[in-house]
């Protein structure tokens, strides 16, 4: 119970200080508002509940990082800078990352009319928006 408190404090004291978790945390909601919208399957919330945690997650990581960095080496120092910049750019890659799932999940419900309704057709659209043998 005692690391559940700890992990819950971690999560406000980012909140109140990083905005770029706040962006992430509303970003969320609004995916979570869409989904319900947009009618998602279970297997696609799963996929969105999943990318929203792993966003959320890079962003409280690179938080501690960079609290971290601000401590051992409070002057500028190249070294440093490259540990914040690599930090920020894995959850550059998760919100990428994140943002195609969406667009890979809302687009065909959104905008149906994009989508054709020809079983061929809509795999061609799948190999060309995801070419793994996953998605369809």
């Known amino acids: 119970m005692k690391n559940f408190l700890y992990a819950l404090q971690g999560l406000l004291t980012a909140l109140r200080s990083e905005k770029n978790l706040r962006f992430h945390v509303a970003a969320a909601v609004l995916v979570i508002s869409a989904g319900f919208f947009a009618n998602v399957t279970v297997t696609e919330w799963m996929v969105l509940i999943l990318c929203m945690a792993f966003v959320i997650s890079m962003e409280l990581l690179n938080t501690a990082v960079e609290y971290v960095c601000n401590v051992v080496q409070p002057e500028h120092h190249p070294f440093i800078k490259h540990a914040k910049d690599i930090a920020a750019t894995a959850v550059l890659i ?3 990352a994140t943002a195609v799932c969406g667009l890979i999940i809302f687009i065909p419900k959104l ?22 043998s996953f998605c369809y």
């Open 111 to 132: 905008f149906p009319s994009l989508i054709s309704h020809n079983y061929e057709e809509s795999i061609d659209y799948i190999d060309w928006v995801c070419p793994c």
């Open 94 to 96: 998760a919100a990428v």
